[in-house]
């Protein structure tokens, strides 16, 4: 029996087949041939007439085909729940294909094993890791580069004219500050802490609806009475009301439910319906019971890649463009089934399709990455994040820290969450338009 002796276990993302129309698992690759493995219910491998073999080559971020017609199957090898074939072939564009191959994967190996992250990037992609050093000195200096240039007042006008302007409330120092002051001078301080003030006058925009909550900690949302409280307060001055919660852990789960009643019952007492962003589908089984509450769902649910890094990525991102969301009959059972209203969003760096119905757009910052085990939590209390335990008494060590990276990235840690920077959406305020125009109908704001 002739043998392969080639290259094992190549990934399938760089070395796919089919026999025919009949996918195929290549397990060893030379440049004589290959050997798959097929299922024992698929029939008619032996005959198959032709193999089509594809190569990817990272320098043109596609795959190149070749079509096997000149092959030999070896008689199969019987294993408990497959065949393993072997098939030879002497094609010339074969052969060259299966060198290419093996040299930039050989290469791939080396820089994975010798090289770190950013060298790797950087040999791949032409990402610059020599910015990786190059860092702010505190959070300070961090805003002031992002924010310094933005221009505040335009931006004002474009989410004034909107059919919508929101602003996120997520976290306590934003509530205790929003209670101590009236709208008006709460947006004064709003704006002078994320130094918009620094070029132009501060801009003059009070919101029509807050977000209440935050979508990722569930240790950042306002106790029972501090909630209250807010909701008062917010309707003294006619603003709407969207809650927001994240997911929720097994111990949370009758306070969650507690909570849900008391805002359904002021809701009821003030004649008035509010939203609330479901992350988790326990909560949306609670909240359906609440005649009161509008339903959205949230980032954590309407998933989509999301990286900082994608700009440095070869290829199309045409794809990226559209999520699950996108497919007419998802929407429909989501609304249908599930009662959701509105879909939460986030302007990540790159276009998308939105599709009909309600949707809002959260900007500048998008999430990346959560955790249920916090690891700024982890850094403050044990030195090093990867520490991370369930934390119950939370200080919120994220009213004064945050994880600053490097500068390039437009990229921070806040709280158990990493966010990127979209900061496009605010030196160019009229690319909010073009997304209003796209179909979105709310826009939420949310800084640090």
């Known amino acids: 029996m002739k043998m392969i002796n080639g290259v094992s276990m190549i990934p399938f993302g760089l070395l796919a087949g089919f026999a025919d129309q009949n996918e195929i698992r290549i397990i060893e690759l030379a440049e004589n041939g290959f050997r798959f493995r097929m299922a024992k219910n698929q029939k008619n491998i032996e005959n198959a007439e032709s193999f089509r073999i594809c190569f990817y080559d990272g320098e043109i971020s596609d795959y190149r085909e070749i079509i096997l017609q000149k092959f030999h199957i070896e008689k199969p090898e019987e294993e408990k729940f497959y065949f393993t074939y072997s098939v030879f072939t ?9 060198q290419g191959l093996l040299r930039r ?28 050093e190059i860092f702010a000195k505190n959070l300070t200096e961090q805003k002031n580069i992002w924010f310094q240039d933005v221009p505040g007042t335009k ?36 704006w002078e802490q994320t130094f918009f003030a620094f070029s132009e006058e501060i801009p003059e925009c009070v919101p029509d609806r807050l977000y209440i909550g935050n979508q990722f900690c569930h240790l950042l949302f306002p106790e029972e009475k501090t909630l209250k409280t807010l909701l008062d307060k917010a309707y003294r001055e006619d603003l709407a009301i969207t809650i927001v919660y994240t997911y929720v852990r097994e111990n ?34 609670m909240a359906k019971k609440t005649p009161h509450l509008k339903l959205c769902m949230g980032t954590l649910l309407n998933k989509r890649k999301k990286d900082p890094r994608m700009k440095y990525k070869k290829g199309t991102r045409e794809f990226y463009s ?77 009213e004064k820290y945050m994880l600053i990276y490097p500068e390039h990235l437009h990229m921070i840690g806040r709280y158990n969450s990493l966010f990127g920077l979209d900061l496009e959406t605010l030196m160019h305020p009229e690319i909010l338009k073009e997304k209003e125009e796209a179909g979105i109908d709310r826009f939420v704001l949310g800084l640090i």
């Open 90 to 98: 002497k094609q010339e564009d074969f052969r060259k294909e299966v």
């Open 105 to 132: 994967y050989t290469r791939y190996i080396h820089l994975k094993t010798e090289e770190d992250d950013a060298a790797l990037a950087e040999a791949l992609t032409g990402y610059p890791a020599e910015k990786d």
């Open 155 to 190: 931006l004002a006008e474009v989410l004034h004219e909107s059919k919508e302007f929101v602003l996120e409330l997520d976290r306590p120092e934003l509530y205790r500050m929003y209670l101590e002051e009236n709208i008006q001078d709460f947006m004064k301080h709003y």
């Open 252 to 285: 949370l789960l009758k306070n969650t439910e507690k909570m849900l009643r008391m805002v359904d019952n002021w809701c009821e007492e003030k004649q008035k319906d509010v939203e609330i962003v479901v992350n988790d589908w326990a909560v949306l089984s």
């Open 322 to 398: 559209e999520n699950s969301l996108n497919a007419d009959f998802y929407r429909d059972f989501l609304r249908e089934k599930c009662g959701f209203q509105r879909f939460e969003w986030e302007s990540c760096g790159y276009p998308q399709r939105f599709p009909e119905g309600k949707n809002s757009l959260h900007f500048p910052f998008y999430q990346t990455n959560t955790s249920q085990y916090c690891q700024l939590h982890a850094i403050c209390t044990e030195g090093e994040r990867g520490k991370q335990c369930f934390v119950e008494n939370c200080p919120h060590f994220c």
